[in-house]
């Protein structure tokens, strides 16, 4: 099928998949300076990219999980890290979140004198809200580990 009927059953542009195929993510079949033609299973290669970017994969980590002949070879390890990413974030975000709701309904009549916000801004400012969140809880060290 040629690039517009790709681009037309798929929702992205054209200029996408010269992008794509330009990064070596699918490959056109048709000669070198002719329309652009793609095998009916450039489809799924499609589905495959646009899953793993929709997961927070690079177009880097998807080509590794693309063949030459278009199969797809999944890197087991590439997908629990970022599954880790993924888990780390939400409950960064989710920390953030309860710091948010508890901060709008504090009862306290200025925001100074509750001693759950205080220990929430001196977490941020430490940067320990985001490192306790993301499982790295220890203090940070200098240069020399210390």
Request: hydrophobic residues 45%; glycine residues 8%; positive net charge.
């Amino acid at each position: 099928m040629d690039i517009s009927e790709v681009a037309r059953r798929t929702g992205m542009a054209a200029s996408t998949l010269r992008y794509y195929e330009k990064q070596g993510l699918i490959a056109a079949t048709s000669p070198a300076g002719q329309r652009r033609r793609f095998a009916p299973d450039v489809l799924d290669q499609l589905a495959l990219i646009a899953l793993g970017q929709a997961g927070g994969l690079s177009l880097d980590d998807i080509r590794a999980m693309l063949r030459a002949d278009g199969a797809v070879q999944v890197d087991r390890q590439v997908l629990l890290a970022k599954a880790d990413d993924i888990d780390a974030t939400i409950k960064r975000l989710r920390a953030m979140s309860q710091g948010l709701r508890h901060a709008a309904q504090c009862p306290a009549a200025n925001h100074a004198q509750c001693p759950t916000f205080q220990r929430l801004l001196k977490a941020a400012a430490a940067g320990r809200l985001k490192r306790s969140t993301a499982g790295l809880g220890e203090p940070r060290r200098n240069a020399a580990g210390r």
